[in-house]
């Protein structure tokens, strides 16, 4: 019989939460390369992320010459020097500051076809120990976009167009100066990829993600709300701050307590 462990955890802030966050993934990493002898991670390329991969660089005793980092999805059409490529955005902020023993980029500019190939191989090379996600304002888990993404999908990587909100996202997450810029598709993990990780470790802070928060908590798992899906998962947990914990009524233990 499986166990499923969601768990919901709130901090009073992005950078209390960032290292409870870091905590966690950096225990996931040494369990697992004590074991094994090696690590694999996938890691969302975001601003929500910042806190918890600065507070996962200073993590002690991470083994990262052990570890290989992937990530979860990747614009079209951009050039391979932009700074907006998420692969470009991991390195600057995580990759070239904890050198792992590798980091493969998704290299979108082979084409779509060629790099969804090289992708899917590289999952199936072993498997995934953790999931370092974020949530987007749509409830969208890499660019899985509602209502249109498959819970169930039988690829494990997938071009995708991007929904509207998810692109508004990007200008006002300040990645691209205007609308227009933001590419228009992208290659993207599948939900049942992301969800194949042994830890999900999920961090979501900024009130403009409180309705996406609030929908993990409350709405039926269904793809009108693809982050609903978080809570089959056997060991998920999701750290907020307290402005993206505003919707949840009654607020989350921590808070209550911290407001008193």
Not at 2 to 26: E, I, Q, V, Y
Not at 127 to 133: A, E, G, H, K
Not at 145 to 161: K, S
């Amino acid at each position: 019989m499986s166990t499923t462990t969601f768990a919901l955890h709130a901090h009073p802030d992005r950078t209390t939460m960032g290292a409870a966050a870091a905590r966690s993934a950096a225990r996931t990493l040494r369990d697992a390369v004590a074991a094994r002898g090696s690590a694999r991670m996938i890691a969302a390329a975001a601003p929500s992320q910042l806190d918890v991969y600065r507070a996962l660089a200073a993590e002690p005793d991470v083994p990262w010459d052990r570890i290989t980092i992937l990530h979860m999805d990747e614009y079209l059409g951009l050039d391979t020097a932009a700074p907006q490529r998420f692969g470009n955005w991991l390195r600057t902020h995580l990759v070239d500051v904890v050198r792992p023993a590798a980091f493969h980029p998704m290299r979108t500019e082979l084409g779509p076809e060629a790099a969804t190939a090289d992708y899917v191989a590289l999952l199936a090379e072993a498997p995934i120990d953790l999931v370092c996600l974020g949530i987007g304002v749509n409830g969208h888990i890499a660019f899985n976009e509602p209502p249109e993404t498959d819970l169930g999908d039988p690829c494990p990587v997938r071009v995708v167009q991007l929904d509207m909100a998810s692109r508004i996202q990007q200008v006002d997450d300040e990645c691209f100066d205007t609308l227009d810029a933001v590419p228009t598709h992208a290659l993207t993990l599948t939900i049942p990829a992301l969800m194949s990780g042994a830890h999900l470790v999920c961090a979501v802070p900024d009130a403009r993600k409180a309705d996406a928060v609030r929908a993990l908590v409350e709405e039926p798992i269904s793809a009108r709300w693809p982050c609903t899906v978080l809570r089959r998962h056997s060991r998920c947990e999701v750290h907020v701050d307290r402005d993206a914990a505003s919707l949840l009524h009654p607020a989350p233990p921590a808070l209550a307590e911290s407001a008193r």
